[in-house]
């Protein structure tokens, strides 16, 4: 993943967190109402806090944001006890520039006709908020804060939990 968005204090603690995080999860509103979800691999973030993925422009998500661009894209990352909800609005672009940003050769096996397949398309997801818990990653650290919490320091002492945003 490009990762340009240190140039501000919140969105550069948000792409620290999401750094090495290849894929998330995307939630969107169906048309019934329901929400789905459905992976989607990371390509970008950037300056200003956007999130960039490829999508094919004829999928069902495409529908559903189109209809209701409100969306959620959580990460998780299990081995390093850290996880993130991100809250934005989505919109679908065929930015020819951005897609040659970041086009990279495995994007080929989506879209077999490469940067001109017509299903290719740019999915970005401009972040309004994001929470995010951060635990130690080693089961020593987790004991250690676990045991505190059991002795009265309460939650806070199994790991940081914060907020980033309104934007």
Not at 147 to 164: F, I, M, Q, W
Request: glycine share 8%; no cysteine.
């Amino acid at each position: 993943m490009k990762n340009e968005a240190e140039d501000t204090r919140e969105f550069g603690t948000l792409s620290e967190l999401i750094e090495g995080i290849e894929v998330a999860m995307l939630t969107t509103r169906a048309r019934d109402g329901g929400l789905v979800s459905r992976p989607l691999q990371t390509l970008e973030m950037d300056a200003q806090g956007d999130l960039y993925f490829f999508t094919a422009a004829d999928s069902g998500k495409v529908e559903e944001l189109l209809a209701h661009p409100e969306v959620n894209v959580a990460y998780a990352d299990p081995s390093r006890q850290r996880y993130v909800s991100v809250r934005g609005r989505a919109s679908i672009e065929r930015d020819r520039a951005r897609i040659d940003a970041l086009w990279t050769p495995a994007a080929k096996a989506f879209f077999p006709e490469g940067r001109d397949d017509p299903d290719l398309a740019v999915l970005r997801v401009r972040v309004e908020s994001a929470e995010y818990w951060d635990s130690p990653s080693t089961f020593v650290g987790r004991a250690i804060g676990f045991a505190r919490a059991l002795a009265g320091e309460g939650p806070k002492a199994l790991g940081d939990h914060g907020h980033v945003g309104p934007r």
